[in-house]
T-cell receptor, first 111, second 116 residues
Framework: GENVEQHPSTLSVQEGDSAVIKCTYS??????FPWYKQELGKRPQLIID?????GEKKDQRIAVTLNKTAKHFSLHITETQPEDSAVYFC??????????FGTGTSLTVIP | GAVVSQHPSWVICKSGTSVKIECRSL??????MFWYRQFPKQSLMLMAT?????????EQGVEKDKFLINHASLTLSTLTVTSAHPEDSSFYIC????????????FGPGTRLTVL
């Protein structure tokens, strides 16, 4: 089955700096890669996703890049703000019958 | 996206009792729902895939007789934790998988279960 690894597990940045979270996956058949933001005690919220036919996608301060050859994808947050502090999870799936999640990254943005 | 609700949001029960958690898809007919368990500061662990009108598919290591899943309608799936024990205390989250939103899943707000 698929194996998704996520790094780092914790990340602290100064407000205004950029944050990068990286994930690798093992199954070359995976074709959909969502990123979720989860605040304490709340549900995961989809913030951005990318499909295997695209190399990069951007939505305001958030971007995701995908390298299919190397089987890794990354989340980039620019101009970080305190409200970006949360736990971020990457995931990978093929048919959507099962989503494989990374272990999560706890992001702290220091004002 | 799909709107998903869960009930209850928080439940405390005594060891040995059974607890039922409901997951509802409010605006979408969901043929497939996922049930996850999340321990503090850990990732979401898929417990089972719930398919409307058929038996759920459980992940390896998840006891089907302990975590009973019923998906009797396109808008409701239930997870019953039978004979709950303190180690079952966790955050249980369901999600709806929708083909209409290609490969996306939408999460419920979660249910925090505390077993005393």
């Amino acid at each position: 089955g698929e194996n998704v690894e996520q790094h780092p597990s914790t990340l602290s940045v100064q407000e205004g700096d950029s944050a990068v979270i990286k994930c690798t996956y093992s199954d070359s058949a995976s074709n959909y890669f969502p990123w979720y933001k989860q605040e304490l005690g709340k549900r995961p919220q989809l913030i951005i996703d990318i499909r295997s036919n695209v190399g990069e996608k951007k939505d305001q301060r958030i971007a995701v890049t995908l390298n299919k050859t190397a089987k890794h994808f990354s989340l980039h947050i620019t101009e970080t703000q305190p409200e970006d502090s949360a736990v971020y999870f990457c995931a990978a799936t093929n048919t959507g019958n099962q989503f494989y999640f990374g272990t999560g990254t706890s992001l702290t943005v220091i004002p | 996206g799909a709107v998903v609700s869960q009930h209850p949001s928080w439940v405390i029960c005594k060891s040995g009792t059974s607890v039922k958690i409901e997951c509802r898809s409010l605006d979408f007919q969901a043929t497939t729902m996922f049930w996850y368990r999340q321990f503090p500061k850990q990732s979401l662990m898929l417990m089972a895939t719930s398919n409307e009108g058929s038996k759920a598919t459980y992940e390896q290591g998840v006891e089907k007789d302990k975590f009973l899943i019923n998906h009797a309608s396109l808008t409701l799936s239930t997870l019953t934790v039978t004979s709950a024990h303190p180690e079952d205390s966790s955050f249980y989250i369901c999600s709806v998988y929708t083909l209409a939103e290609y490969n996306e899943q939408f999460f419920g707000p979660g249910t925090r279960l505390t077993v005393l």
